[in-house]
Every structure is written in C-alpha cells, then in structure tokens.
C-alpha cells in the first residue's frame, strides 16, 4: 500500500469515515439509464415527481436519463445503449414475450436494474405471470396498510444506496409486505421496524432494501418511494442515486 492510500485510510479511520470510503467504488459515471414507468394496475400520482427527481440526479451526476412509458422500446439493439434500467413504480404486465426475453438479456449479460416500489413483482404490482421476473426479487407483494412514518433500520452502511443514512433513519412511505423474505437469496441493505408503525406482517424481519447478482449482471430494489414527497427528500434522493450508480458500476 502506497504511503498516500495509508494516510488516507487511516484519516478515513480516524474520522469513523469507513463506511463512505468502502462504498467509492461502487459508484459510476457518464452512462445511460432509462426510466421506465409503465403501469396497466394502480398508477402513482408520485411517477412524474420520481421521473423529474431521476432526471435531475443524472445532469447532477453525469449520465444521461431517458424516460419512457413505451415498451417497445424494449428492444436487444436498443437496451445495449444503457447500463441501467429503472422501472419506476410499473403496474401490471408491461412487457410482452419478446420484450421480456431482451429485458432478460440485458441483465444477464451484465447490465444493471434499479427497481422502485411497485416495481416489485407481485399480483397488484408488475409482471405477475412473469416467474422469472417475480425469481429475480425472491419476494412478491401482497399487501401495504396506510401510509404512515416508521423506522427503517440500515444494516449495510458501505452500500452506495445506503452508506449517506443514519443507522435508523424515520421515514414516511407506504410499507410493502411480501409474500417470503428475500433474505439468503437476496443481500438485505435495509429493514422496517414493525414496532415502530402497525399493519406489518413480516415480523421482526422486514426487508424493505436488497440485492442480487443475476446472472453476469445486477439488480437493487427498494420498497420506498410511495408518496410525491419522497422525491424531494435529499435522503431518499441520495438513496435512489447510490441504487442506480451501484448497479451502473456492474457493466
């Protein structure tokens, strides 16, 4: 280790500033992500200000965010123009066969998926006849109560989604619960603490924020993202920045 690299790790040491120096690498720059928003279920009225808050994030951040509602779009020669693909609260099935097969591709062939709220696979949600889709989260959505504050407790501060919130962090959303736990399928970054709100019925367990490696590629999901508001809280929007640059740097 060089002498400069050791002065910095020891300063980052020093200044309890480990977990933001082990998440550097996982953030990218200069790519292009598509946004996508589709929904033929429940549609939230949160879409525009999560597609306004995106693209603004991406001319803050250095890459480029193209947003669409239009599944044909969902093309192999197309989608090679992206590192990372966001769906955005989508509802329903979306995408037909062939769309989903180039979708599949992308990821498995190393591009990354960054997927917000009801972009979880689910009867209510997206791609409910889909079982790759719904294998890929390892989890399904069944049922939310109102939307209310609770405690989200962060359980990997080096994640680049992660590393910028308080180890409790109290936020105001909508809490999914799902069919399985996605934990030993999926690296959870993130929990809900059932006793700190009511209508939860996971448990003492309650993921709310994971990861996957699928294939040569990579997906982040997190259940937050219900209300407009999240959209302009600095928390959440560093959250949805780090989930999209941590699956960026996949490709």
């Given at each position: 280790?060089?002498?400069k690299?050791?002065?910095?790790?020891?300063?980052?040491?020093?200044?309890?500033?480990?977990?933001?120096?082990?998440?550097?690498?996982?953030?990218?720059?200069?790519?292009?992500?598509?946004?996508?928003?589709?929904?033929?279920?429940?549609?939230?009225?949160?879409?525009p200000?999560?597609?306004?808050?995106?693209?603004?994030?991406?001319?803050?951040?250095?890459?480029?965010?193209?947003?669409?509602?239009?599944?044909?779009?969902?093309?192999?020669?197309?989608?090679?123009?992206?590192?990372?693909?966001?769906?955005?609260?989508?509802?329903?099935?979306?995408?037909?066969?062939?769309?989903?097969?180039a979708?599949?591709?992308?990821?498995?062939?190393?591009?990354?998926?960054?997927?917000?709220?009801?972009?979880?696979?689910?009867?209510?949600?997206?791609?409910?006849?889909?079982?790759w889709?719904?294998?890929?989260?390892?989890?399904?959505y069944?049922?939310?109560?109102?939307?209310?504050?609770?405690?989200?407790?962060?359980?990997?501060?080096?994640?680049?989604?992660?590393v910028?919130?308080?180890e409790q962090?109290?936020?105001?959303?909508?809490w999914?619960?799902?069919?399985?736990?996605?934990?030993?399928?999926?690296?959870?970054?993130?929990?809900?603490?059932?006793?700190?709100?009511?209508?939860?019925?996971?448990?003492?367990?309650?993921?709310?924020?994971?990861?996957?490696?699928?294939?040569k590629?990579?997906?982040?999901?997190t259940?937050?993202?219900?209300?407009?508001?999240?959209?302009?809280?600095?928390?959440?929007?560093?959250?949805?920045?780090?989930?999209?640059?941590?699956?960026?740097?996949?490709?």
């Amino acid at each position: 280790m060089s002498r400069k690299l050791l002065l910095v790790v020891m300063v980052a040491v020093a200044l309890d500033l480990t977990p933001l120096l082990l998440a550097q690498p996982s953030a990218a720059e200069g790519f292009n992500a598509l946004v996508f928003s589709k929904t033929k279920l429940y549609r939230h009225d949160s879409i525009p200000a999560g597609v306004a808050a995106i693209k603004k994030l991406g001319a803050e951040n250095h890459f480029q965010v193209d947003a669409t509602e239009d599944s044909e779009v969902f093309t192999a020669t197309n989608l090679a123009k992206y590192k990372v693909i966001v769906f955005l609260s989508t509802s329903g099935d979306i995408l037909n066969e062939d769309q989903q097969a180039a979708f599949r591709h992308f990821i498995e062939s190393g591009g990354g998926f960054a997927a917000i709220h009801a972009a979880v696979a689910g009867t209510e949600a997206t791609e409910p006849s889909w079982p790759w889709y719904s294998g890929m989260f390892a989890a399904g959505y069944i049922s939310h109560p109102p939307v209310m504050p609770a405690t989200v407790v962060v359980e990997d501060r080096t994640n680049a989604s992660t590393v910028h919130l308080p180890e409790q962090w109290r936020h105001v959303d909508e809490w999914y619960n799902f069919t399985v736990n996605p934990r030993g399928k999926a690296h959870v970054l993130a929990t809900v603490d059932e006793r700190t709100y009511f209508g939860g019925s996971m448990g003492q367990d309650h993921p709310v924020a994971w990861t996957r490696d699928i294939g040569k590629g990579r997906m982040w999901y997190t259940a937050l993202g219900h209300t407009a508001a999240c959209f302009s809280d600095p928390l959440f929007l560093q959250h949805i920045l780090g989930g999209i640059q941590f699956v960026a740097a996949q490709r």
